[in-house]
């Protein structure tokens, strides 16, 4: 079945920040899958998979186009391609926002539903996808959403400690937030960059980097 990429026309503006709705597929057998998911990778059950938010973590897709990046977090199940990370559970990797290259900002799922987007923190993290890092670099408008978008999830939620990158995630392995069974279950992750954290982090001094 051939994937058409819907946007709606519907916006959040708060303080200044816009947010177009843009869901992934997110039905019952989605959360049956998270739900197995955190049985296999943390050992807990679990009735839903609310999150309580105390980490924002941003990526780059690594794909240099919004369509393409959408593509690849929208179905329920993991492609079988992704072998390594397979075996911690079929349900396929996601995110909370998705920023094209002009600063555009998508939401794609709720945001205090569990996303599988960072190994070990994902019970207690929001994430954050840029499109490009591959061929293409992240631009000043991603920067400037990115701000504008950490601040409406600060403000949002009171229990957000931490803003990290995605390379940085092996930082918590010791951390009572970090939860994962399998100790060989680890990823070299090295999105966004750490120039962009930097200029991001700036403008959040309140915000711990662990």
């Known amino acids: 079945m051939k994937i058409i990429l819907i946007i709606t026309s519907f916006l959040i503006t708060l303080n200044a920040i816009q947010i177009k709705q843009m869901p992934i597929m997110f039905s019952e057998n989605r959360v049956e899958l998270t739900k197995q ?26 794909i240099d186009n919004l369509k393409d990046s959408f ?23 996601s995110a909370h926002f ?22 070990g923190l994902n019970l207690s993290s929001i994430g954050i996808e840029n499109i490009g890092g591959n061929k293409k670099s992240l631009t000043n ?16 939620y009171k229990t957000i400690e931490y803003l990290i990158g995605h390379y940085e995630y092996r930082n918590f392995e ?3 937030l970090f939860l994962e069974k ?3 279950y680890r990823t070299v992750k090295q999105d966004p960059s ?9 403008n959040f001094p309140s915000l711990k980097s662990f």
């Open 194 to 202: 750490e120039e962009f954290m930097e200029n991001l982090r700036k």
């Open 98 to 119: 998705l920023v094209d290259y002009d600063g555009t900002i998508y939401s794609l799922m709720n945001e205090t539903f569990m996303a599988r987007h960072v190994i």
């Open 71 to 93: 593509d690849k977090l929208n179905p329920e199940i993991l492609s079988k391609e992704r072998s390594y990370i397979l075996k911690a559970g079929n349900v396929n990797v």
């Open 141 to 156: 408008e991603q920067l400037e959403a990115n701000i504008k978008l950490v601040e409406y999830l600060k403000n949002k």
């Open 174 to 176: 010791n951390h009572p």
């Open 182 to 184: 399998d100790n060989n």
């Open 37 to 62: 998911y955190i049985k296999k990778s943390y050992d807990l059950e679990v009735e839903n998979i609310e999150i309580i938010p105390k980490i924002i973590v941003i990526h780059h897709t690594g």
